[in-house]
């Protein structure tokens, strides 16, 4: 259904009172068409109508006007944490590809922010912590306590080792 149309009957299903069905069909779109800064406007108002502040917050995020309480209840939603608010926004695209100079703005600042507090670049595609450098120590880390763990059952515990034998066995067995 063309975008047009389904904004359409968006609209009526707010005239009707049906604000649940509206915000499903304007999300559909949004989930669609990420970086159609109109849509997001239009998701922002509808959750608006609804009270719900934190969600109106997170879609109006990139519109010229930002309410400061729905910018508060959004960054309260992330806890703070510049990488949730980047996946919470669904912004998939490069920052430039913002239809609007704010919009652009906005992305770059809160990706800097994210940056700095994930210590290395983070991406829009898959904002996420990047992983430490893992050092020899933490590469060897897993098989010691493995076999570690496999020397104290064998002292321990009686029959423990034809136990470990018998699963090793079954394993190779199901292997070859």
Known sequence: MPVER???????????????LARQRIRGLVA??????????????VYRAEGDLAQAGRWSYLSEYRYPAEEAAFGR??????LRMMRALS?????DDAATETARGRLRSLRAEAEMRAGGPVDWADPRY???????????????????????????????AEGIRAVIDWIADRIS
């Open 6 to 20: 389904t904004l359409l009957r968006a609209e009526e299903d707010l005239r009707a009172g049906r604000t649940a």
């Open 32 to 45: 669609s068409m990420p970086e159609r800064l109109d849509l997001r406007e239009r998701l922002a108002q």
């Open 77 to 82: 939603l992330c806890g703070g944490d510049p």
């Open 91 to 95: 912004w998939c695209a490069a920052e």
């Open 130 to 160: 990047p992983a430490p450098p893992r050092g020899w120590l933490d590469r060897l880390a897993t098989p010691i306590l493995i076999f570690v763990g496999g020397v104290w059952l064998v002292a321990i515990i009686p029959g423990a």
